[in-house]
């Protein structure tokens, strides 16, 4: 595994972790964690799917993902162009930093 990839599963690993953790300090029992926990995952990973390939969307595309998860946002367009920069820089080659 490239090291790059073991500092992600490190980072996916503690925040994992302490959303656990933080749940137990809140008074919640072993059989509610576990079901708390399965639930956070699976909206964890849906948001990872959606968000992949964020940047090929169309933006109506876009804007429904969006409404999916921020129901409050007002400036989708803005938003979208932030996220479009965000995403961007995983295209950008570590030489020319």
């Known amino acids: 595994m490239p090291k790059n990839n073991k500092n992600y599963q490190i980072f996916f690993d503690y925040i994992f972790n302490r959303i656990e953790t933080d749940l137990r300090e809140l ?3 072993d059989m509610s964690v576990n079901k708390k926990m399965k639930v956070i995952v699976t909206k ?4 990872l799917v959606d968000f992949k390939n964020f940047a090929l ?3 109506d595309n876009k804007k429904d993902i969006l409404s999916k998860y921020f129901s ?3 400036k989708k367009d803005d938003f979208i162009k932030l996220l479009d920069a965000y995403f961007a820089i995983d295209n950008v080659e ?3 930093i």
Not at 44 to 47: H, Q
């Open 27 to 29: 008074g919640y029992g």
């Open 57 to 59: 969307n169309s933006n």
């Open 44 to 47: 964890f990973y849906s948001i």
């Open 94 to 96: 570590y030489n020319d």
């Open 72 to 74: 409050q946002i007002e």
